[in-house]
């Protein structure tokens, strides 16, 4: 059974930094693209950020561009979003996601329902 399991979400004032973790299991993780997506009350779901386990090639929104850092420590098959100078409008539910077969350009065009794996989601808000 393939588990993304993520932690570290919490409150943050604005300016503030967490580090948001997301432990895999039952799936070979080389094989994958993990991400991150965010769902804020009463928007559309938005894809982050995602990482190519295999070449660690990495790709961001626009919008948190500069300020988030993706990871992987695939010896423990775990990728992490490190997230800095956050803001209000980054508050929301974030999700860790997980595609096979898909270099990290071609993941961060990919729909939601179209990844493979969903992780349960880790709530960060941030105050202004």
């Known amino acids: 059974e393939v588990q993304l399991v993520e932690s570290g979400g919490g409150l943050v004032q604005a300016g503030g930094s967490l580090r948001l973790s997301c432990a895999t299991s039952g799936l070979t993780f080389d094989d994958y693209t993990i991400g991150w997506f965010r769902q804020a009350p009463g928007k559309e779901r938005e894809v982050v950020s995602c990482i190519n386990t295999n070449d660690h090639s990495t790709r961001y929104s626009d919008s948190v561009k500069g300020r988030f850092t993706i990871s992987s420590d695939n010896a423990k098959k775990t990728v992490y979003l490190q997230m800095s100078s956050l803001k209000p409008e980054d508050t929301a539910v974030y999700y860790c996601?997980?595609?096979?077969?898909?270099?990290?350009?071609?993941?961060?065009?990919?729909?939601?329902?179209?990844?493979?794996?969903w992780g349960q989601g880790t709530q960060v808000i941030v105050s202004s």
């Open positions: 996601v997980a595609v096979w077969a898909l270099t990290s350009t071609q993941a961060m065009g990919v729909p939601g329902n179209k990844w493979d794996y």
